[in-house]
């Protein structure tokens, strides 16, 4: 077995045991990104130089007999919506390709803290807009299950580094599902956090109110590992919850005997593919079989989550959005014709057309005389929602659904419809609109052995419950640790 | 026909917190061009906001000082616009529920009460400052990006310029009182917009409002007002019709031109911050906040003239210092000295100094208790009174107490009967003439006589006793 198809609890133990070094992994991981990126397109930035000298001093510690947090000196791939200071910082967008940010995100000095050693910033769709990685200004990221289709998005570059073993583990970030959806298409574990358990100073904000970063890896342990690494209470996100925040590796268990687990009736119907369906209730079979107790649910409010997160995502978008404006930093129209012009410009040609479209949806939601019909509106359906799942969780423990409609498309396929694209977001949304954790692992394979992922859903600081859950059934089906190409 | 103005003022004012509302950046005046700045304040992609309390208790006790309804969830909006001295393109304010709102100031216009009715008060955050004299193109100084600002808002109830410019006092008198607020005008601490309409006299119906903005300074204001007034009533007299607008006041020109009409008002499209949590001012918290109001310059003023015998005047400029209102209300509280004599020295000779060193009490080091034992030595004969002025500018330049001053300048008088009639009795040797004169009625002599003792006592003398001795010595003789 190579290096690069193993997994980061089992580099983390030959690391300790002084098997290998973290400069060996470090090198080894560049080595698999040049065999496989020209395909992935993983990355839009590699940072070799600087990764080779981190992973150096960690050598350097362990020799010198200091004891190591779990992961000091494995190797992980950052999302590039996430501030890293002096290294590029992109959002997958011409409007900060070459913006260094002075600062680093929170999440990065977890990460140093902990002693990984990122190897580079991943592809998005732009400003983390869309649901394939096509939206992405930069760089064309593909399915390394099927270099024809699409990765999911808007994590697509941390799904596919993950998928292809260019890492073991990767930080995506997750507005209405982009960690989950293309951990779905590619085959990996994804998880989305409880909103406010990961800081999101730093993350460059795309819907502030449905952000949330969170961790990719190839089996459940891994993603324990790294939420381990990125959860925890920050003084500069206001939004961060102050709370004890337990190892949750170390509270790992797959026994899951007794376990009530809801699946709901609205995810099973039209529109999802007859596939998915079927892998997804298989899995909840097994968990049946595991001595969980599987109910069918009703979360009747489901089909209005994908309007009412495309206008307060929209919304939120268009502010956030607003500080591109070509004065400070970002890209500047060349040339231009007093202020307003050199706004125009500037955004018009910086922003590609996803992020204009959501500008504009934005924009007019919150203008005087729609506010009241569609963003007041959509707040109050929102506390509608939180609270028809806080119904379900009297009832069950966590619920189970499909990811996707679909597995991976075709690159293009949906390209030239975004209400088609939309649609493909229905069964991850409400989660971020309810501000609940998500977890996405594979399920099973199509008849094109495309990867199908399977959702579970948990109440509020559930992230134990959804990894033990996780573990019994990656256990049982023995669906971990997939590396594609 | 008579017209009556009527104007609504929206007051700025910055408050005086040591950190910026969002960040931890210096909220200091007068730094090199973008030093007091971090990613929070020159919004930078990803960096977050974090309320300061320090903001949300300023502005309560503005809100508590001025009889308003304090709403202790507090939350925070987002006013976007577009503008290169506002780098997020969005200011954080409060728009629907600011933390205060109903309430009012009570001040005296040419002796007569009046009352101004606040709409509301909310926080939020200044902008930055374009500087277009820093070499090619414009610069954005973003130190002021983020220092606290409290909007206040008034009921149109001020009817004349003269009500307005006693109004902004009132409130500038209220911030340095509260202490949260330099009111340095000429640092842009406190700034104000103003609207003004008219309507005949004795109808209730408002008039067609317009907004000015530009308006640097009180005497500023009462010009503006003014000029928009008289304009207005121009405009209705020559059968014309006010247009609702937003006027630019150029102050050096006095006069204003229109910056915007209702048409292209901008929707600066409100929605609650979604990275602010609402901060919640507990009934603990708001127990603190009204604890640390203090007496108001109104009541004080009142008391100055009803218990101390203050002139208006007198008691005016005393209760619209806080600090030299503090230092009064102190001294009189030991009860030690005459309350007057307190009065008369900060009217006197502690403004006097402040004014001509351009210092505030507070950078000095005059205390109440030592301005207290000084007027003690002086109400004694220890001291005269021309000593004491001595002994203050020591008092306000060292930690001195007052008696090591007294010695270390030997200003102690002499009061010794014998020693006083032994100077009395050389000075009347060595001036025979006077004495003659003095013996042939002309009484008046007296003051050189007292004068020549005086000098022969190199100042030491009392003045008092000298004089008795002096009366004594030649009915006897």
Redo the contacts between chains.
């Keep these: 077995m190579e290096l690069y198809q193993k997994t980061a609890a089992e580099l983390s133990a030959m690391l300790k045991n002084k098997e290998v070094s973290s400069v060996e992994l470090t090198k080894a991981a560049f080595a698999r990104t040049a065999q496989v990126e020209e395909q992935t397109g993983a990355y839009i930035t590699l940072t070799e130089e600087k990764a080779l000298a981190d992973a150096a001093a960690i050598d350097s510690r362990r020799a010198a007999g200091e004891t190591l947090p779990p992961l000091a000196g494995v190797p992980v791939s950052v999302k590039d919506?996430?501030?890293t200071k002096g290294i590029r910082?992109t959002?997958a967008s011409k409007m900060?390709e070459n913006?260094l940010?002075?600062?680093n995100?929170t999440v990065m000095e977890k990460l140093d803290e902990a002693g990984l050693i990122m190897t580079g910033k991943t592809n998005l769709d732009e400003f983390a807009m869309g649901s394939s990685c096509e939206n992405s200004a930069l760089r064309k990221t593909r399915n390394p299950h099927n270099l024809d289709r699409v990765t999911g998005g808007s994590s697509g570059g941390a799904a596919a580094s993950v998928a292809a073993g260019e890492v073991s583990i990767a930080v995506g970030s997750d507005t209405g599902g982009s960690i989950r959806q293309p951990a779905s298409f590619c085959g990996v574990v994804g998880m989305k956090p409880t909103y406010g358990t990961v800081s999101?100073?730093?993350?460059?904000?795309f819907?502030?109110?449905l952000d949330q970063i969170g961790p990719f890896g190839r089996c459940i342990e891994d993603t324990a590992m790294l939420a381990d690494v990125l959860m925890g209470h920050d003084?500069?996100?206001?939004?961060s919850v102050p709370r004890e925040y337990p190892s949750l590796t170390a509270g790992l268990n797959a026994d899951i005997k007794g376990m009530k687990i809801g699946l709901p009736k609205e995810y099973f119907g039209e529109g999802i593919s007859e596939e998915v369906s079927k892998a997804v209730l298989a899995a909840a079979e097994t968990y049946r079989q595991l001595g969980a107790e599987v109910v069918e649910i009703s979360l009747p409010l489901s089909r209005y989550a994908l309007p009412i997160y495309y206008i307060l995502s929209s919304?939120?978008a268009?502010?956030n959005l607003?500080?591109?404006?070509g004065?400070?930093?970002g890209y500047r129209a060349k040339e231009f014709d007093g202020?307003i012009d050199l706004?125009v410009k500037s955004r018009s040609e910086g922003f590609g057309p996803e992020v204009q479209r959501r500008i504009m949806l934005g924009?007019y939601v919150?203008?005087?005389g729609y506010?009241d019909a569609y963003?007041k509106k959509a707040r109050a359906a929102q506390r509608a929602i939180r609270a028809d799942y806080a119904k379900a969780f009297e009832q069950v423990d966590l619920i189970l659904t499909p990811t996707a409609p679909t597995t991976a498309y075709k690159i293009g396929e949906k390209t030239s419809d975004p209400l088609q694209m939309y649609m493909g977001d229905i069964c991850t949304v409400s989660v971020n609109i309810a501000g609940l954790p998500g977890l996405v692992q594979p399920c099973g394979f199509d008849a094109d052995k495309m990867p199908i992922g399977m959702q579970l859903i948990g109440p509020r600081f559930g992230e134990q419950t959804l990894l033990n859950a996780g573990l019994a059934y990656e256990k049982a089906s023995g669906l971990s640790n997939i590396v594609a190409l | 026909m008579r017209y009556e103005p009527v104007i609504g003022l929206e007051v700025h004012a910055e408050l005086s917190t040591k950190s910026k509302i969002f960040c931890s950046c210096s909220t200091a005046f007068g730094a090199e061009i973008n030093t007091h700045v971090c990613?929070v304040c020159?919004?930078?992609?990803?960096?977050?906001?974090?309320?300061n309390k320090q903001v949300v208790h300023y502005a309560a006790k503005m809100g508590v000082a001025t009889h308003c309804h304090i709403n202790q969830l507090c939350k925070s909006d987002?006013k976007?616009y577009?503008y290169?001295d506002l780098?997020?393109?969005?200011q954080i304010s409060q728009f629907d529920v600011p933390i205060c709102e109903n309430g009012y100031v009570d001040f005296e216009v040419d002796g007569q009460p009046k009352r101004v009715r606040f709409e509301r008060i909310h926080f939020e955050e200044d902008a930055g400052k374009l500087l277009h004299d820093e070499g090619e193109g414009t610069v954005?100084d973003f130190n002021r990006c983020g220092v606290p600002l409290i909007e206040m808002v008034t009921r149109p109830d001020i009817h004349s310029s003269a009500e307005a410019k006693e109004f902004l006092e009132t409130i500038k008198t209220t911030l340095s009182y509260l202490q949260i607020c330099d009111c340095r005008m000429e640092e842009g601490s406190i700034r104000c917009d103003v609207n003004v309409s008219v309507r005949p006299e004795g109808t209730e119906e408002l008039g067609t409002r317009v907004e000015m903005k530009n308006i640097n300074s009180f005497s500023a204001a009462v010009r503006a007002i003014d000029y928009e007034v008289n304009r207005q009533i121009e405009v209705l007299e020559d059968g014309g019709k006010i247009i609702q607008e937003t006027r630019r006041w150029d102050d050096s020109k006095v006069k204003n031109l229109v910056m915007r009409t209702k048409e292209d008002a901008q929707?600066y499209?409100?929605?609650p911050d979604?990275?602010?949590?609402a901060v919640e001012i507990d009934d603990e918290w708001m127990r603190q906040i009204e604890s640390e109001i203090p007496e108001l310059p109104q009541s004080r003023y009142a008391r100055y003239i009803k218990e101390i015998g203050l002139q208006p005047k007198e008691a005016r400029i005393i209760s619209d210092a806080y600090d030299k209102a503090c230092l009064l209300d102190e001294g009189v509280s030991m009860g030690r000295v005459d309350s007057r004599s307190i009065a008369n020295w900060i009217l006197s000779d502690i403004s006097k100094y402040l004014n001509d060193k351009g210092l505030e009490l507070k950078d000095t080091k005059l205390t109440a208790g030592k301005l207290v034992d000084m007027i003690e030595l002086i109400e004694k004969n220890t001291i005269s009174g021309n000593a004491g002025k001595k002994v203050l500018v020591q008092l306000f330049e060292t930690d001195d107490s007052v008696d090591a001053i007294v010695d270390k300048l030997g200003l102690k008088q002499v009061s010794d009967e014998g020693a006083i009639q032994k100077l009395v009795d050389e000075v009347l040797a060595a001036n025979p003439k006077s004495v003659a004169d003095y013996k042939g009625g002309k009484k008046n002599v007296i003051g050189f006589l007292v004068g020549q003792c005086m000098k022969a006592s190199k100042g030491k003398g009392n003045p008092k006793m000298i004089n008795q001795c002096l009366n004594k010595t030649l009915s006897q003789m």
């Design positions: 919506n996430i501030c910082t959002c900060l913006f940010p002075p600062y995100a999101r100073y730093g993350l460059i904000a819907a502030s109110s003084m500069r996100d206001s939004t919304a939120e268009s502010s607003a500080r591109f404006d004065v400070k930093y202020l706004y924009t919150l203008s005087s506010y963003y | 990613p020159t919004g930078q992609p990803g960096a977050l906001p974090v309320l987002r976007n577009f290169p780098p997020k393109a969005y954005v929707d499209r409100y929605f979604p990275d602010l949590v």
